[in-house]
């Protein structure tokens, strides 16, 4: 791909995530900080490719550490998300009263 | 199918392979369908589990797409990660979010400037040689050699600077937020001369590193935006933190976009773009229920633990009226309708428990009970919903300011635990208030007006004296903030 073709993506996708982050309702902005660190962590990839390839073992290790890192920041983003956004319940009351917005 | 796609993708891993593109796009696409879940918390935890799909695809295409010459070791090291990361998020307390966020928003920046790194040591594995003449050094004259793109290089050089200082920024904010170091501002002289100095010297090496691509450019970048980061940070004061945490979640997704471009891959760049809006926005929202300029908040210097040297000149010389827990209980038992106005204080005494108690008893009594949170309310943006959700406090009982506001003027009771700043009216009146400006909830226009402080010595962050203690219909409840819920609720029960 091209460094155009590259920045359209880029460019696009902030357009997106000012949308979509603006929806979020600011009850769930901790659940929004905590999902956006789990997903910031796709930094993985960058990182398993240098410790997949043989050509240097110094990247190699640097890419090993940084799967380290990623991977605290995957399983416990994704988890801690998961534990916030189980705990939020709505009203156990059955008659569902009208609540002027 | 998928297997003869994979082998396709496998025999043709370096060639831009369609498959594989379009594999990082679906992950890309499924992170945004992650941010766009929390829309509603009914549809949150789909969203939640978007995200996780979208990071498997990632990482999968990743292993199943490169020759790998270490897979027992990369899968030991995700499992080193992966224990520490789930038991971690298992084990936090609700109250300790704001640093767990700020501890991981450290790492997403670690890791950028390690792959960074690795990108500038292994540069044929990451696809981005060129052909080029290269300075051999030692008299050997220039060469043609393969040399990493200069385009790639800014994007290395930004990425690495970016996820420095998202480290060691997030690492002071971390020490800040969980206590292990002063929340007081630390002010060194001729800061802001140091900080643009700094950064002025790490975009001229950057744009520098494009014509020579030594070592000792992207070290001295790296040292520098190290640097630069623990600087920024330490001036800002501990009830800034909301906005801090969130201009270092921007920054962690600039990073890996920043990695993105340099790996030319679709689901790093759309991941970085969502991530840094969503930051930039948090740290606006932030920025704007405490009426203050980003660039004033970055300027730092604003608000300690402790709050001294206020405008408030004879404070505790005013009348006011101390109430009791039985005061308290009486008063709500008796009301059409109470809010409840938490702040930080109440994340401090770990008060959420019992006044979802005292909530309850209250509606058992036929009271309707309302919480009201403000946007700054806590260290981080949403951390009293989180803390009432943990309470299992229902969310549609729990509002947010501008829905509320009006609603003051017909409500018997507002009961303060924990805020202050939220609720003084110099915010609309003085204009030489510090606070002058931010959005605050009207308390003094309800008929009576609880107020849990521990004492009347102390002020809010901001270091500014409050007029709703001194109201005619304050009564201020001087106490811990659990105990005297404890001791409300003990009176309400009987």
Avoid at chain 2, 129 to 156: A, F, K, N
Avoid at chain 2, 392 to 420: H, M, R
Wanted: glycine fraction near 10%; aromatic fraction near 8%.
């Amino acid at each position: 791909m091209d460094f155009v073709a590259i920045l359209s993506i880029f460019v696009m996708a902030c357009f997106v995530g000012y949308y979509v982050v603006w929806s979020v309702t600011p009850a769930l902005h901790t659940p929004l900080m905590a999902v956006t660190n789990a997903i910031s962590s796709v930094i993985i990839v960058g990182a398993l490719i240098a410790a997949a390839n043989a050509g240097s073992p110094a990247a190699k290790w640097l890419g090993l550490i940084g799967i380290v890192l990623a991977s605290v920041n995957i399983f416990g983003g994704f988890a801690v998300t998961e534990r916030m956004l189980a705990m939020y319940k709505k009203k156990e009351r059955p008659a569902p009263k009208a609540e002027g917005k | 199918m998928l297997s003869s796609v994979l082998a396709v993708a496998a025999d043709t891993a370096h060639a831009v392979n369609p498959w594989v593109a379009f594999a990082y796009l679906v992950a890309g696409v499924c992170f945004i369908l992650a941010l766009r879940g929390l829309s509603h918390p009914t549809t949150s935890r789909q969203g939640n589990r978007y995200g996780m799909v979208g990071m498997l695809i990632a990482v999968v295409t990743t292993l199943v797409t490169h020759d790998i010459a270490s897979l027992p070791e990369i899968l030991i090291a995700i499992a080193i990660g992966g224990a520490i990361g789930f038991v971690t998020a298992r084990k936090i307390a609700m109250t300790d979010m704001p640093q767990l966020v700020a501890a991981f928003h450290s790492l997403v920046g670690m890791a950028a400037v390690l792959v960074g790194w690795a990108a500038y040591l292994n540069p044929g594995a990451f696809g981005i040689l060129v052909p080029g003449t290269l300075d051999m050094g030692g008299g050997l004259g220039v060469g043609e050699q393969m040399v990493i793109s200069p385009v790639s290089r800014v994007e290395m050089g930004l990425g690495i600077a970016i996820g420095a200082i998202t480290f060691s920024g997030s690492v002071i904010a971390f020490l800040k937020l969980a206590g292990k170091m002063s929340g007081a501002p630390i002010m060194l002289p001729g800061r802001h001369v140091i900080n643009l100095g700094t950064l002025a010297a790490i975009l001229l090496l950057t744009a520098y590193f494009t014509q020579d691509q030594s070592l000792w450019i992207i070290a001295a970048v790296t040292v520098l935006a190290f640097i630069i980061g623990f600087l920024l940070i330490i001036p800002i004061g501990g009830a800034d933190m909301p906005v801090v945490v969130s201009m270092l979640n921007s920054y962690s997704g600039w990073a890996a976009a920043a990695m993105g471009f340099t790996l030319h891959n679709t689901a790093m760049i759309i991941t970085g773009a969502l991530v840094g809006a969503s930051g930039a926005i948090l740290s606006y929202i932030m920025c704007k229920a405490m009426n203050r300029g980003f660039l004033s908040v970055i300027a730092g210097g604003f608000g300690g633990d402790s709050g001294g040297g206020g405008a408030g000149a004879a404070k505790t010389d005013r009348p006011w009226k101390r109430g009791s827990a039985e005061d308290a209980a009486f008063m709500m038992s008796q009301a059409e309708q109470v809010i409840i106005i938490p702040g930080y204080g109440m994340a401090v005494a770990q008060a959420q428990h019992v006044l979802r108690e005292m909530t309850d008893l209250l509606k058992e009594k036929g009271v309707t009970v309302k919480f009201a949170i403000h946007p700054v309310a806590g260290r981080m943006p949403g951390h009293m919903n989180v803390l009432l959700a943990e309470a299992s406090v229902p969310y549609d009982d729990v509002f947010e300011l501008e829905d509320i506001n009006g609603e003051f003027a017909q409500t018997d009771v507002a009961f303060i635990i924990g805020a202050n700043d939220v609720v003084n009216p110099a915010a609309k009146t003085d204009k030489s208030s510090p606070i002058y400006g931010m959005p605050v909830f009207d308390v003094d226009k309800a008929k009576q007006v609880f107020f849990i402080k521990r004492s009347m010595g102390g002020v809010g962050y901001a270091g500014v004296d409050n007029d709703v203690f001194y109201m005619d219909q304050t009564m201020m409840l001087l106490s811990d903030a659990k105990k005297m819920v404890e001791e409300i609720n003990k009176a309400l029960a009987d």
